[in-house]
Nanobody, 126 residues
Framework: QVQLVESGGGLVQPGGSLRLSCAAS????????MGWFRQAPGQERAILAA????????DYADSVKGRFTISRDNAKNTVYLQMNSLKPEDTAVYYC???????????????????WGQGTQVTVSS
């Protein structure tokens, strides 16, 4: 049984930082492209960042480029999202997801991802 469990969300002031973690089990972690998504109320789920199986390649949405950093530790079956310079518009539920597709054939669409975590709330407010 595949499980992805996010942690690290919470309330942070504008300009602050958070580090999200996603611990995976029940799958061969190093065989999956991993992604972070978010969904705010009334909005569609959107990709923020993705990282290749080995961790050598990353891709970011324009909205978070330069502020967020995705990384992974395959020995710990964990993917991370370091979020800096947070803004109120970053408030959302954040999800990690696993895609068995290779990096070259990956899609940014949520439907292309095979497994999902339950999400963790991030609220940016003073």
């Amino acid at each position: 049984q595949v499980q992805l469990v996010e942690s690290g969300g919470g309330l942070v002031q504008p300009g602050g930082s958070l580090r999200l973690s996603c611990a995976a089990s029940g799958l061969t972690f190093g065989s999956y492209t991993m992604g972070w998504f978010r969904q705010a109320p009334g909005q569609e789920r959107a990709i923020l960042a993705a990282i290749s199986r080995g961790g050598g390649l990353t891709d970011y949405a324009d909205s978070v480029k330069g502020r967020f950093t995705i990384s992974r530790d395959n020995a710990k079956n964990t993917v991370y999202l370091q979020m800096n310079s947070l803004k109120p518009e970053d408030t959302a539920v954040y999800y990690c997801a696993a895609d068995r597709a290779a990096w070259e054939t990956r899609s940014r669409l949520p439907d292309s991802y095979d497994y999902w975590g339950q999400g963790t709330q991030v609220t940016v407010s003073s």
